[in-house]
């Protein structure tokens, strides 16, 4: 059964970059058949998936958020990673990494427990 | 356009049903039949409760059931327990890289 867990800082000051890793385990990222998301919950408030990435290295952002985001994949560690400049107190939340299949990358089955990030001097 | 409009809460007694709405657009829930359903328990991550509007993940009861009628989709559980209580959200494709969640509905049992 797959299994994906978050790590990475919990606190990021303003301006700075936030980065987050994301590891696979119970299952290769290299399987190609999914894609692979970061999706994040601000406290209290609705979800907002931010983007997606793909074994090969090729990635989709959410429109909003593209200036600012960078996702990247480590195959030999089986890990993914986001990166978010320019950080600020709106970008505080819990962040998600999930896995969509490849036909529908939009329907998120499996699930990381989430990672608290917040911005703050 | 950004987050789907769902009612804050509902409630139910046991045993009964529910309805929660998801109120969009014909952009996202209108055009396509991509929305989806998480239950989330306070501090957990969501889970997968229905996609493709209507469809269930294997291992959900079949108490969840989903469905939509022009720009609005919804989630009905029945037969509503205890352990349904929890935060749900519904999600809609709206084209190339884009998702929209809804804001969230509680649902208190």
């Known amino acids: 059964q797959v299994q994906l867990q978050e790590s990475g800082p919990g606190l990021v000051k303003p301006s700075q970059t936030l980065s987050l890793t994301c590891t696979v385990s119970?299952?290769?990222?290299?399987?190609?058949?999914?894609?692979w998301s970061w999706i994040r919950q601000p406290a209290g408030k609705g979800l907002e998936w931010i983007g997606r990435?793909?074994?090969?290295?090729?990635?989709n952002y959410n429109p909003s958020l593209k200036s600012r985001v960078t996702l990247s994949v480590h195959t030999s560690k089986n890990q993914f990673s986001l990166k978010l400049s320019s950080v600020t107190a709106a970008d505080t939340a819990v962040y998600y990494c999930?896995?969509?299949?490849?036909?529908?990358?939009?329907?998120?089955?499996?699930w990381g427990q989430g990672s608290l990030v917040t911005v703050s001097s | 356009q950004s987050a789907l409009t769902q009612p804050r809460s509902v409630s139910g007694s046991p045993g009964q049903s529910v309805t929660i709405s998801c109120t969009g657009t014909?952009?996202?829930?209108?055009?396509?039949?991509?929305v989806s359903w998480y239950q989330q328990y306070p501090g957990k991550a969501p889970k997968l409760m229905v996609y493709d509007v209507n469809k269930r993940p294997s291992g959900v009861p079949d108490r969840f059931s989903g469905s939509k009628s022009g720009n609005t989709a919804s989630l009905t559980i029945s037969g509503l327990q205890a352990e349904d209580e929890a935060d749900y959200y519904c999600c809609s494709y709206a084209g190339t890289y884009t998702l929209f969640f809804g804001t969230g509905t509680e649902v208190t049992v």
């Open positions: 999930a896995r969509g299949s490849l036909r529908s990358w939009y329907i998120f089955d499996c």
């Open positions: 119970g299952g290769s990222i290299s399987s190609n058949n999914y894609y």
């Open positions: 990435i793909y074994a090969s290295g090729s990635t």
């Open positions: 014909s952009s996202d829930v209108g055009g396509y039949n991509y």
